[in-house]
């Protein structure tokens, strides 16, 4: 166990739903990074959060969004849910040295049908 | 053009063998320089962390940094059936939290 829990870990849907990926980060990390793993682009930033406050922005689609609360927890909002959109979804967290602490969580599969 | 590229493989190799992954980069500001490991299903865990030139080594794993060529590598010696996963380079240019950007990703097989 890495710390950093995600749920739910599978999630299907259909297209033109909304659906809601939440993530708890390592106890005491304040900053949170939301990635998204398709088989033919890897590891693609999506957003960051510190410690509540949006601090970079990745290529996130407009349907995507995103917020940390403050109790730490993030959550990964997607609406209008296309096929393209199935994927990965990974959360990591980091203290604030960063890169060296950076950990991630196991992941949320999403498939839009 | 992508700012990090991996050759996302399949790679194969027997037990035993000595593996070299590389990645090549595009962005001279990148510092900080990261190998992780991801086993299928699951999220990457962090193997070696390089910052700047050089190189680092962990038990069977050695990471190389070679700024001047953009260009990093990971080898695995006495490979093991364990080592079969995706191998992921990672960088970004500054220490503290930082987004990081990652290659695609290669995916290797030691087979017994």
């Known amino acids: 166990d890495s710390g950093v829990t995600q749920t739910p870990k599978h999630l299907i849907t259909a297209t033109g739903q909304r659906v809601t990926l939440r993530c708890s980060p390592r106890s005491g990390d304040l900053s949170v990074y939301w990635y998204q793993q398709s088989l033919d682009q890897g590891l693609q930033f999506l957003i960051q959060y510190y410690n509540g406050e949006e601090r970079a922005k990745g290529n996130i689609l407009e349907r995507f969004s995103a917020q940390q609360f403050p109790d730490l927890h993030s959550e990964l909002n997607l609406s209008s849910l296309e096929l393209g959109d199935s994927a990965l979804y990974f959360c990591a967290s980091s203290t604030a040295q960063g890169a060296k602490g950076y950990t991630f969580g196991s992941g949320t599969r999403l498939t839009v049908v | 053009q992508k700012e990090v590229e991996q050759d996302p493989g399949p790679l194969s190799v027997p037990e035993g063998a000595i593996v070299s992954l590389n990645c090549t980069y595009s962005?001279?500001?990148?510092?900080?320089f990261m190998w992780y490991r991801q086993y299928s299903r699951k999220g990457p865990e962090l193997l070696m962390y390089t910052y700047s030139s050089g190189n680092k080594e962990d038990g069977r794993f050695t990471a190389q940094v070679d700024k001047s060529s953009k260009y990093i590598s990971l080898f695995i010696r006495d490979s093991q059936p364990s080592d079969s996963a995706t191998y992921l380079c990672?960088?970004?240019?500054?220490?503290?939290?930082?987004?990081?950007?990652f290659g695609q990703g290669t995916r290797l097989t030691i087979n017994p």
């Open positions: 990672a960088m970004s240019p500054a220490g503290g939290a930082q987004k990081l950007v």
């Open positions: 962005n001279s500001a990148f510092q900080y």
